[in-house]
């Protein structure tokens, strides 16, 4: 008894000292977050004398990240770390000028995990029914920035966020990497007793092979977006929803199983839009849209001055023009920032072999 009670003495001896030191060590963290913020501060006013409204820095707050990562030796992970980082900047940034961000909503949709991603909880988010009320509200100036899905590792591209930018003077200002883990969630106590299961299509098609072997009697049912199914599914105990961890915690739902998606690598690129002209970071790419003179051979002559000033295409897709029938648009993504002088090269050259050519941005390539 003598022994154990001095064990835990010691133990909780040890725990204060521990604790007096994590102390004296916050006190010095918080003495340079207020220090940091306060050089932020007048970073600001910088801007502001240059005449420049611009506050937010996307290339510089990929720096700062970059620098983070490449510093840390852990114990604590990449994504920790550079999640402490990024609120900081949010902060920062809040302090210089509060940024609206609309987003696909609603609330609890990937699209909005994404957008605190990039922007951190220091702002004010705008979630929107429809990708198009998106651009909109950024295009009529309701809206700092817009954050909008592109594509999906395992089912593609998001055409409608494609055709958007046919018409659409917004660039792109920035790209978001978001790893996406569904769950099978309800609020009844059997999964198999449930008559359907709801979710946005792709999520729908990206968890098929689990469905098949998990579910197979149960009816699939598409809808708007995964939040919206979670609260079909908080309405029913009949119906079940896939959707990711801020639905599930939002709408208080059971989480029957974790992870179903297909694959483990499934991941989702969402785009920043915005009016920003984005300078270069140090590891940038730049979007593209193009089109073709309709003759035979187009698309590889199209493509030919990439090739030559050795410029790396890391994605091509097609879609139609939707003003003539047989007409496609190309959007290209390559590395590279259009300030890079070889790059500037390719774009002039591509400029007389195109019929069309829209520069769509150049932004940081997404850091984590
Ligand atoms: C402080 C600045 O303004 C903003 C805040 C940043 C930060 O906190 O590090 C970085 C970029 C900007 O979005 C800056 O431009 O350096």
């Not at 079940?240 to 208080?252: K, N, P, V």
């Amino acid at each position: 008894m003598t022994v154990k009670k001095s064990k835990n003495g010691g133990a909780e001896a040890q725990i204060k000292k521990l604790r007096e030191q994590i102390d004296a060590l916050d006190v010095k963290i918080q003495a340079l977050i207020s220090e940091r913020a306060r050089l932020a501060l007048a970073v600001a006013e910088t801007k502001q004398q240059e005449g420049s409204n611009n506050f937010y820095r996307p290339e510089r707050e990929a720096e700062v990240l970059r620098n983070v990562l490449a510093r840390n030796q852990g114990p604590l992970s990449e994504e920790a770390m550079a999640r402490l980082f990024r609120e900081i900047m949010s902060a920062c940034l809040a302090l210089e000028s509060r940024l609206r961000i609309a987003f696909l909503g609603p609330e609890g949709t990937f699209t909005q995990e994404a957008a605190l991603k990039q922007f951190g909880h220091a702002v004010e988010t705008a979630p929107l029914a429809a990708i198009d009320e998106v651009f909109r509200e950024v295009e009529s100036g309701n809206a700092h920035f817009g954050v909008v899905p592109v594509e999906n590792s395992t089912e593609g591209v998001i055409n409608h966020t494609l055709d958007m930018f046919m018409a659409s003077p917004l660039k792109i200002c920035g790209e978001v990497a978001l790893r996406i883990h569904h769950h099978l969630l309800g609020k009844g106590n059997d999964p198999q007793g449930a008559h359907s299961v709801v979710s946005h299509q792709q999520s729908l098609a990206q968890c098929r092979e689990w469905l098949d072997a998990n579910l197979p009697g149960v009816k699939r049912v598409p809808v708007a977006s995964n939040a919206e199914a979670a609260r079909l599914a908080a309405a029913d105990v009949g119906t079940l929803a896939i959707a990711g961890d801020t639905a599930a915690q939002l709408y208080g739902l059971h989480m029957f199983a974790s992870n179903i998606e297909d694959r483990p690598d499934n991941t989702t690129r969402f785009l920043v839009i915005g009016t920003l002209e984005t300078v270069p970071s140090g590891n940038d790419k730049t979007s593209l849209l193009l089109s073709s003179r309709n003759r035979p051979g187009a698309l590889q002559r199209l493509l030919a001055p990439l090739a030559k000033n050795k410029i790396n295409m890391t994605r091509i897709e097609s879609r139609p023009s939707r003003q003539s029938m047989w007409e496609y648009v190309f959007f290209v993504d390559i590395d590279g920032h259009m300030k890079d002088r070889k790059v500037a090269k390719a774009l002039a050259d591509l400029e007389k072999e195109a019929a069309f050519l829209k520069r769509l941005g150049s932004y940081p390539k997404a850091v984590l």
